[in-house]
């Protein structure tokens, strides 16, 4: 019953940045990992990147490797700084928070947000 609330995506133009913020909520512990999933149109839900409780572990897509920072502020918040954006970048973005770093590769996921769209303008 853990809530997600995302905010941050919009317009941009390539090579430009954006940053997504992602809060939870609910009366539950707080995740070991959070992390992003995007989906473009056509496609199926990706991993992006994750993070765990204490930022010691952190993974990224190839895709975006260099490119965007994931972290968390406190136990409940994680943000996704995206810099150099590209088109093929354009998708919506979801939340994801779990206790396993296996969930987020097996896409077995504890809650996820309603997503945020990224939109990328060559």
């Known amino acids: 019953q853990v809530q997600l609330d995302e905010s941050g995506g919009g317009l941009v133009q390539a090579g430009g940045s954006l940053t997504l913020s992602c809060v939870t909520s609910?009366?539950?512990?707080?995740?070991?990992?959070m992390g992003w999933f995007r989906q473009g149109p056509g496609n199926e839900r990706d991993f992006v990147a994750l993070?765990?409780?204490?930022?010691?572990?952190k993974d990224y897509a190839d895709s975006v490797k260099g490119r965007f920072t994931i972290s968390r502020e406190d136990m409940k918040t994680a943000y996704l700084q995206m810099n150099n954006l590209q088109p093929e970048d354009t998708a919506v973005y979801y939340c994801?928070?779990?206790?396993?770093?296996?969930?987020?590769?097996?896409?077995?996921?504890?809650?996820w947000g309603q997503g945020t769209l990224v939109t990328v303008s060559a």
């Open positions: 994801a928070v779990g206790n396993y770093y296996s969930d987020f590769k097996s896409k077995v996921i504890e809650a």
């Open positions: 609910g009366p539950r512990l707080t995740s070991y990992y």
């Open positions: 993070i765990n409780w204490n930022g010691d572990i």
